[in-house]
Every structure is written in C-alpha cells, then in structure tokens.
C-alpha cells in the first residue's frame, strides 16, 4: 500500500502556485478518477463495493490493542488520503441507540417547526428536507442521557483521530430529505467547499491541498437506506484533483459526476466518512413516504483556532471612525482593506446557522465584508455598531 501521495502529481500544476477555473480539465479529472479500488491495498477491508471500502467485523478484534488500532488506523488514512477517499464502518452506531436519537432529534424538528423555523441548506432548497443546524449542542441539551449513549462510539474517535489526530471537535447537522426531495449537485465540502470559485481560487494551491486534512465529514444513517431513498452520490478517487474546489462549479463536471457517481444502500446505524474534497451529494429521495434521515458528522482538527482570544467585534467598532476618515480623505481601497484583514473577522464561521443563515450563497456574511460596507456606504458609528452587535449575537449557540 503506497504510504506517500502527492496530489499535484495526479493532475495538471496549477499556474505559478494558484488554481485557475482553466486548470480544469475533465481529461485530467478522469485519469484521476477511473482507477479501481483494490481489497488487496487494504487487509483490514472487509470488502470493496463500487470502489467504496467496507469496514465491520475485520477491524473488531484489533481496536482493543494499541500497536493493531494504529495500524488499522494508517489505513483508513491512506484510504482517505490516497485510496477512494471514502470508507463506509457496517453497524457502526447501535441500532437501539439511534432509535432513540431520532425520536429526540424529531422533537427538535417539530419544535423547530411549530416556531415558525425553516431552515436553510447549502446545497438544496428550502422545504425539501428538514435541516437541524447545531444539532450536537441541541441533542446534549435535550436529552443528556442519549447525547452519552451515542456519542459514547469508538468506531467514531478510531476514525476522527486517524484523520485529525487527538483533541478533534465533533459538531453535527440532522437532514432528513423528504419524499420527492432532490438531488444536491454535487460538490466538495468545507472549508474551500463553501466558497464560490472565484472566491476558492484566491487561495494558493497548497491551501487547496492542506484544507481536506482539517476536516473529517461523516453520515450515519438513521434509517434503512436503500437505493430508491436517495443516499449520498459519491464519485470516489475525486479528492485527488489538484483543483477540484474550482471545477465542482463547472458544468461539465457535474456533468461528468451525475454519470459516474455511485450510491451505496445503507442499514440504519452504519456511517460513512470521507474526505471532504470527495465529489458528492444527497440524492433523489424517489420512494412517496419514506423520510430518509441522517445525522451529518463533520470533526474538526483542533488546529483549526487561534492561540489568542481577540474581541474582534470592539476592535472593529474602535477602528470605525478613523476608517471612515482616511476613506473620505481619500485613501485607497487596498489600504483600507488591508487594516480590514489586520482586524476584523474575515471568516463566516463557526456561526449559528439557524440565526445567521447563509443567504444569497453558500455562507453568511462576515464582519470583515460588513466592515466594508459599512464604510462604502457611508453609515453612521452608531448604525455600525448596532449592526455588528447584532451580528454577534446572531453568531452565538442560542442553545
């Protein structure tokens, strides 16, 4: 099994350290994709279905020693890293255990939905499915008791450490697609996965390279899953092409997914994580009266934050007034923006989605684009500060 892998030498060099909508090719994207997942690559594999690795009773006996669970874990890393960049864990989540969840997590959606709440996707319209943002924090609140019994998973800390490693942060969404429920187009996750293209090639191509290492996306499956109820589409090998966050937004590759992808069935309990450059998305939920629900994992390595806490609100609404006068005096915009980046927030998450959703694209407003606009539109200190207070607030848990 190779122990090395180098993404860029699997598709076209990116320009002088960036990715531009040009570096994408098909052509390239299919030398990457149409490969064949091999069993053999993989001893601790129960099996391989549609290029997608099974994992179950194999793996048992050996998490309980150390030397053996760190070998089964550079396994699935590699499977992530440079295999199909999917793995799928059979009767990963107690049965029981689930039952038990999903009667809560419909609780919070019934309460979500006798307040009036809708919740907003990324990917798919509104009303097609029942979305809970924040589900971990909400669960735990709920019922503690079942927040233990499920998150209580080794399978889940086997997975979340070899990808991440230790001090990982578990958050969770619940969707349920609804009969009739659409298709998602398919795409790449968080972080440069949020983004529009133009916005993901800002970034060097090293970025587009380190960022899947930062996140781990998982599904456990709350309900039996067949074909017909529309689970998640996957094109595996896809999270190796160099600039992929770029061509997911292309026509032709969408193109190219929607005649390649494939669907696994799942039994209520199973999990499937992958790499979130993986090309994918929900499916069609065909069937007239099956709500297919799952329970969205995404685990977060614990680089992902800062050593200092900054009050980044104050600090901007300090700045404001002396911004607003060196723009009215007529300093350029790059010199603004550059104080901008210096100090404000710049990035949209993590947010409370339920109160900040992301609307008119893929994620909220930051206080850094608010900060601007506020300046280019001339706003007053005191409307600022209103505006940016609130802001706040809509980011914080509200659980």
């Known amino acids: 099994m190779s122990t090395h892998f180098d993404t860029r030498s699997m598709t076209m060099k990116p320009s002088e350290g960036w990715y531009f909508p040009e570096s994408c090719s098909v052509a390239d994207f299919r030398q990457v994709v149409e490969t064949s997942t091999d069993l053999a690559d993989y001893p601790w594999a129960d099996d391989v279905t549609q290029n997608v690795l099974i994992y179950g009773q194999r793996i048992s006996p050996g998490l309980g020693n150390p030397g053996t669970r760190r070998e089964i874990q550079a396994e699935l890393a590699q499977a992530l890293l440079a295999g199909p960049g999917i793995v799928v864990f059979t009767q990963a989540f107690d049965p029981a255990v689930v039952d038990r969840a999903t009667t809560a997590f419909e609780a919070l959606i019934a309460a979500q939905k006798a307040s009036g709440v809708q919740s907003g996707d990324h990917f798919a ?109 996957y094109l595996p090998h896809s999270q190796k092409y160099g600039p992929g966050y770029l061509a997911f937004h292309q026509p032709d590759f969408t193109a190219y997914f929607e005649s390649h992808f494939v669907q696994l069935p799942l039994a209520k309990g199973d999990a499937a994580f992958f790499n979130p450059a993986l090309f994918h998305g929900a499916g069609t939920n065909r069937t007239a009266n099956v709500r297919r629900m799952a329970n969205l994992l995404q685990v977060s390595s614990a680089f992902g934050r800062a050593m200092e806490t900054v009050d980044r609100t104050a600090v901007a609404c300090g700045l404001y007034s002396v911004l607003s006068a060196r723009l009215a005096a007529g300093a350029s915009e790059a010199s603004i923006r550059n104080v901008i980046a210096a100090s404000a927030e710049g990035y949209a998450f993590p947010t409370n989605l339920d109160r900040d959703p992301p609307i008119g694209g893929l994620a909220p407003q930051t206080p850094a684009q608010l900060l601007w606009q506020a300046l280019n539109e001339g706003w007053p200190q005191a409307a600022f500060d209103r505006e940016l207070t609130e802001y706040a607030y809509r980011r914080e848990s509200g659980i």
Do not use: C
């Not at 993901?200 to 109820?229: I, K, R, W």
């Open 125 to 233: 319209k509104p009303g097609e499915n029942d979305r809970v943002w924040g589900a971990l924090g909400k669960l735990a609140m709920h019922d503690p008791e079942i927040f233990v019994d499920y998150y209580d998973n080794d399978l889940l800390a086997l997975i979340s450490t070899a990808w991440l490693g230790p001090h990982y942060q578990v958050t969770s969404q619940i969707n349920v697609v609804n009969p009739g429920g659409r298709a998602q187009v398919a795409h790449r996750d968080y972080h440069l996965g949020f983004m529009s293209a133009e916005q993901a090639a800002q970034f060097p191509d090293h970025v587009h390279q380190l960022t899947p290492a930062l996140t781990l996306q998982g599904a456990v499956a709350h309900s039996d899953m067949p074909v017909e109820t529309g689970p998640t589409m």
